[in-house]
């Protein structure tokens, strides 16, 4: 994470925490291997006392989302973030006019935050010290109003379906991507408040492990506790995805360059549901069918939303929830599934490079050459965890 545009905005902690962690920061007592400055280690070990140290970046999103109906300057949403105030007392002095503009809905508020965020690092308080401590705060942790509880993060300077409207363009002019498919537009803003959540991708894709439960398909299907997966995650298992205006695919400049990058010349719509969808029942039945394909599954959701389920390193389920504005890449070889969530209905966009083929191939096709090159590209990378043989 570089800071190119000072004063763009602030950070959270969890996101100067997070970037020095990103650079090495532990609480490795020699510190002496890692290039990282005296006094953003005197910043590292302040923010490891405060809440950010327990956040996740999945945490932080979910709140980022749910919060939104409360309509809260973003200075209010930094000091809760970083704060993260667990009772009325605390929360109070963080927000303005909080009786006038939030009444007894200050109170859910404050349930959000518990609910969310996690519990702050218990601090450890020499006995002499803990009755002036309990003077000066409440509940142990400062609630000065005037403070917002930045780390001042802009001074780390760092260097088979039916389809309507096929579209074919000309494949010659394509160029091969390089690298960086996954990269945000430059320039564009800058950080979690201004974007709503930490990456603007994940208020359209978000992405958890499944429980085990046999349960009705279409619901979430969230382990207990939750546990988010990032995107970050997914695309170590080449799991590609975008954030794209749905509302103007026609005239998308960002969908058209990833199309001419990446090769996608061919386009069609596939829409899910009973009534546009011939034989549904049975195609419903089949896409929930693990299976994989020997090109990539490019899907881009301009309408609705669905769940494509994939494999992790040790054939665990993640799943993926797409909604509108989310587009995702599988890649050719990856044992996959799909299906609609409760609202049943998607439309998506299916692109491919040359002309399409569909045809899934359902678990074990272990000896084909796209299941094997999958392997070898992204289960037995270093770091990608423990291999899955399939076949056994
Ligand atoms: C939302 S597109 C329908 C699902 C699909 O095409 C597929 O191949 C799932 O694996
Ligand atoms: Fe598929
Ligand atoms: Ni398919």
Known sequence: MKIKEANAGALTNFEVLDFLRSRGASKDPTRVIVSIAPSEFKVYDYLLESPACNQTKEQVNEFLTRCKSYKLAKAEVLNIINLRPSQLVEIVPMIEESEKRFGEKLEELVNLVVEVLPEPPKKAVPEEEKNEVEEDTVDGKNTDEDKTETANPEQIDEDQTETTNPEQIDEDQTEENEDGEQMETKGEKKNSLDMGVLDKREEVIQAWYMDDSDEDQRLPHHREPKEFVSLDKLAELGVLSWRLDADNYETDEELKKIREERGYSYMDFCEVCPEKLPNYEEKIKNFFEEHLHTDEEIRYCVAG??????????????????????MIVLPAGIYHRFTLDTDNYIKAMRLFVGDPIWTPFNRPHDHLPARKEYIENFLQKEGGGQAVDAAA
């Open 305 to 326: 939303s669905g769940y494509f389920d994939v494999r992790d390193h040790t054939d665990k389920w993640i799943r993926v929830w797409v909604k509108k504005g989310g």
